[in-house]
C-alpha cells in the first residue's frame, strides 16, 4: 500500500514538473496549442527574402520544443544548421508591445527585417504597429527599450 501512495507521489511530481516546462515554453514563444511559431510561416522566408510565406508542414522542424514550418527542403537545412540566426525577435511577439510593455500576437505580414534580424507587429482595424514602430525613426532606441522589457517579460504570461 505504501509503495503505490510512493508511486502515486512520484507521478504527481513528474506531471506538475512536465505542465511547468509546457508552460515556460509558451510564456517566452507566441506558439499555439500545437507549439507551432509564426503562425505556420517561415522564419527563413523573413530574414532571407524579406517576405512573408506560410511554410509547408511536410518542411518542419524543432529548436527548444518550438516548430517552425518551411516553405522547402532548402529552407528546413538552412534553419537545422544555425536556428537561432533565424528565430523572431521577442519570441515572436508584437516588438511594439514589447517595447511599451506588453505581449501582443503580431499578424504575421506585417515587420521589419534590420541588422540581420526581424521584428513582428500587431495589425488590427484599431492599430497598426509596424507604422507605429516605423514613424518612431530610430529602431535602435526602440530596440533597445524593447530588448529591456523582454528581460521582464519574456517569463510572464500574455
Known sequence: MKTFKNIKIILVVMIMTTMTTIAQDKKGNNID????????YSPVSYLDLGIAQRGNKEYKSEHEKVVYYFTSKEQKSKFDKNPKQYLPQYGGFCAFGVYAGAKFRPDPNKFVVKDGKYFLFLYN????????WLAENNHKKLVAKANSNWEKLRNTYN
Open 125 to 132: 482595424i484599431e492599430l497598426d504597429a509596424q507604422q507605429l
Open 33 to 40: 496549442n500545437s507549439n507551432i511559431a509564426l503562425q505556420g
